[in-house]
């Protein structure tokens, strides 16, 4: 009995993640982040800064490893990367600016 050679399976297809947004989910406006980091961990806070404004409040707090960290700086490149490609670049002041003067009339 002669045997036929075994044909190549095709890899196994990811399967698909269902994300569900709550209707009660309220999107928050950030324009400020303080990050700190850990051995295994990195710590976002998110927080809204508004001229005139002595506090900025946080509104949300997201933990993340190490690697979900670096895969997020990925995504966010490539994203960067299609979103300039369609709507052109995005201005960032220099460091020698004075940021937080462009951004925020003065506030420091």
């Excluded at 993340?64 to 490539?78: G, I, S, V, W």
Aim: no cysteine.
């Amino acid at each position: 009995m002669t045997q036929l050679p075994k044909q190549p399976q095709p890899p196994p297809q990811p399967a698909q993640l269902q994300i569900e947004l709550p209707p009660t989910l309220d999107a928050i406006y950030s324009n400020l982040v303080v990050i700190q980091h850990s051995p295994s961990e990195f710590i976002f806070d998110f927080a809204r800064v508004l001229p005139n404004m002595p506090t900025a409040k946080v509104g949300a707090r997201i933990v993340m490893t190490p690697m979900h960290t670096k895969l997020l700086l990925r995504a966010l490149q490539e994203n960067i990367e299609k979103y300039e490609a369609q709507f052109g670049v995005i201005y960032v002041p220099q460091e020698g600016d004075a940021l937080a003067s462009q951004l925020f009339g003065g506030q420091r």
